[in-house]
């Protein structure tokens, strides 16, 4: 029991339990936003326009507030971490399935492809990451689908990179050799043997683009080239609460609040797995 | 030395060549280029004239190379709005963005290098955990949400700044904070790792050990060698703080090239988009250049090994 207590306290020390609790809440409202919110995300009440905190009109209390068009902000903040977290997940899945494998190919080919794959990288990593996703989504659209095909294919060159070095390193291992060897195809050897030890790393960078991506998603929604109004996005009630910012400071404020709450998690949690992948501690 | 620098020349060229290939074809391939720069609803014959009048009825190579060579100009042709050269309009701009990333980046080395001096001499003291504090949220605090809390706090509540614009000298001071949050978190996590890193070598005991004092030694020796971490990361903090500009010029209204993004996609201008996109990958690539051939100069033993 005692080398449990201490696994348990290796992988979750007491430090990290606000910060778990924060990320269950998150994804616990996420999931169940349509019964935990109070009021429909959308539904609109002219009467109740702005109403700061804890208003009560005509039976409906505004914990957080009203917007402009008198939407409960709790509610359109439950629905956005929604958006928020499905967005990053989606992405970070995305970029890193065709960075992991890109990456694989090209340091098990090498050659051409592998210069092919590895130049695209650099210059993919060359352009700044935002101002790439800005003019991609410019051509393509706005919208939640565009938004996750944009980040993925922003990101996934760190991916790549990663995995890059990584299988290059493997391929050299003995019982990689072997089991080419023995005859073991290109999709055994790699999904058998390189993969599964190329997992840890890869998940390090995952977690700490997760947290890059809620980022994104929402820098995008509030420039307007994100998720599209009624959907609510944290992003987006951001960029109308600047417009109340004298008058209803709220909209603004507890969108950002939550934003910054989830990436801090994020990060911290992503900093602790990879102290654990990487065996420091 | 020569052979690193020409081999690294040689990857910038590619990376140039490779970012002006990959904008063009992320048009094409993503559908018709003229619709991004006809408005909503234009007529098919309006259409038709345009794609004539910018040439793109011909075949996609001719295209790709009349771009390029263009590129190679620094003619990024017209803006469809406006009708006058996307080089004017960028110039009319660039020094906006140039004034606020200077005034972020001079903020953010000002106080983020102290800092993080300090966090590494006097570890146990109250202001290295806050300053920890600091640097572990300016890595999570999104720049339009505590661009509108600068706003709150010093344009509505307080009344001592401008909220947005550039009217006067003092509308530059919140976007330059809200814009160098970030480097400063990233300049003092460095600054710190670096003195810690130098703190550690036998030479600072043996300076310790004949009597001279901890400024002395931090002041005369350990700052010097933590530097060159220090001067690599600068660089491409600028890279960052430029694509940053995008966001907080739109919070602050600022009129410089991030705020002409994005009313240039409002607007449809798609020319001023590439071209800014295109300039801001090349700065980038330029930096990233700086910053190699920079560390080599300060640090020979990264010569001898060629590449990084």
Known sequence: MASATSLARRIAPPRLWPFLAIAAILVVGAVLAPLIAPYDPNAQNLLGRLRAPGTEVRGVVYWLGSDELGRDLLSRLIHGARVSLTVAALSVVASGIVGTVLGMIAAWYRGIVGAIIMRLVDIVLSVPAILLAIITVAIMGPGLVNVVVVLAFTRWPRYARVAYGQTLGLASMPYVRLSRFMGGSTLWVLGRHVLPNIVGPIMVVATLEFGLMVLFEAGLSFLGLGVQPPTPSWGSILATGRNYVTTAWWIAVFPGLFLFLLVLTVNVLGDHVRDVVEGRR | ?308
């Open chain 2, 1 to 308: 030395m020569s052979g690193f620098l020409i081999k690294r020349l040689a990857q910038a060229a590619i990376s140039v060549f490779g970012v002006s290939a990959l904008i063009f074809f992320l048009q094409r391939l993503t559908g018709d280029p003229v619709l991004l720069m006809v408005p909503e609803g234009a007529t098919q014959e309006a259409i038709d004239q345009l794609r004539a009048t910018l040439g793109f009825d011909r075949p996609v190579l001719v295209q790709f190379g009349e771009y390029l060579a263009g590129v190679m100009r620094f003619d990024f042709g017209a803006s469809i709005v406006q009708n006058v050269p996307v080089l004017d309009i960028i110039a009319s701009r660039l020094p906006y963005t140039i004034a606020l990333a200077a005034a972020a980046l001079a903020l953010a080395l000002g106080i983020g290098v102290p800092l993080g001096v300090f966090m590494a001499v006097r570890r146990e003291h109250w202001l290295s955990r806050i300053g920890m504090g600091f640097v572990l949220a300016g890595q999570s605090l999104p720049t339009f949400w505590s661009g509108i809390l600068l706003i709150l706090l010093f344009a509505v509540v307080l009344g001592w700044l401008p909220s947005s614009g550039a009217r006067q000298a003092s509308s530059v001071i919140l976007p330059a904070i809200c814009l160098s949050l970030l480097s400063m978190a990233t300049f003092a996590r460095v600054a710190r790792t670096a003195t810690l890193d130098e703190l550690a070598k036998p030479y600072v005991r043996a300076a310790r050990a004949k009597g001279l004092p901890m400024g002395r030694v931090v002041t005369r020796h350990v700052l010097r060698n933590g530097a060159i971490p220090v001067i690599s990361i600068a660089a491409l903090e600028i890279a960052n703080l430029l694509s940053g500009a995008v966001i907080v010029e739109t919070v602050f209204a600022w009129p410089g090239l991030g705020l002409l993004t994005i009313q240039s996609i409002a607007a449809r201008d798609f020319p001023i988009v590439q071209a800014i996109v295109l300039l801001g990958a090349f700065v980038s690539i330029f930096l990233n250049l700086a910053a190699d051939v920079l560390y080599s100069v300060v640090d020979p033993r990264i010569r001898l090994d060629g590449a990084r």
